[in-house]
């Protein structure tokens, strides 16, 4: 059968003990109440996906000049996506949602960094020597979307929002006493 990979899905996930809930839940708490407040362009976890998006360029230059400059993105979305597709798989709800709300949470950068198309006004960083180009800046162009840079990137920044909650309300519901009970009792 092509998809027996898709059984592991069936699968009950693995237990999570009442403080690892705890923990992680206060965690996801205090993280999005530090986003919420935070005044500049970035978060301090978005250092950490720099190399990433930066390594994208180089990856996907092979592809052509427009995934060039997508292959940032393409990559620094891809990373915390494949890793939670990889704990779903193994059935462990808070490595699952540890990638999924990063995958979200880079959502506020890209969509800063898209909002900032025609201003040019952030610092970034570029790879290699030559002129830097603007990655959104440089796609709205090509799409014919410059004038709504804002709009998008305000938009890609409430998908983020929306997604980062959305998984601490499903972490929580999946962590419940209730759900790994049922869990446990189909075992």
Do not use: C
């Amino acid at each position: 059968m092509p998809f027996e990979f898709l059984d592991a899905l069936k699968e009950n996930w693995k237990p999570v003990s009442k403080a690892a809930r705890i923990g992680w839940l206060a965690f996801y708490v205090l993280f999005l109440l530090y986003a919420f407040a935070s005044q500049g362009p970035s978060l301090f976890i978005d250092l950490a996906f720099v190399p990433i998006h930066e390594g994208g360029h180089l990856l996907f230059r092979w592809f052509g000049e427009t995934l060039a400059v997508l292959g940032g993105t393409i990559l620094q979305l891809f990373v915390p996506l494949a890793i939670a597709v990889y704990f779903l798989f193994q059935r462990q709800a808070t490595g699952t949602a540890l990638a999924a709300f990063f995958f979200f949470e880079n959502f506020l950068s890209v969509g800063t960094y898209m909002a900032d198309a025609r201003a040019i006004a952030l610092d970034y960083v570029t790879i290699g020597e030559g002129e830097a180009l603007h990655d959104w800046t440089t796609m709205f162009i090509k799409l014919g979307l410059l004038e709504y840079d804002t709009t998008i990137g305000h938009t890609v920044r409430g998908l983020g929002w929306l997604g980062m909650v959305g998984v601490v309300v499903w972490l929580w519901w999946r962590t419940r006493p209730t759900a790994q009970a049922r869990n446990n009792a189909r075992l």
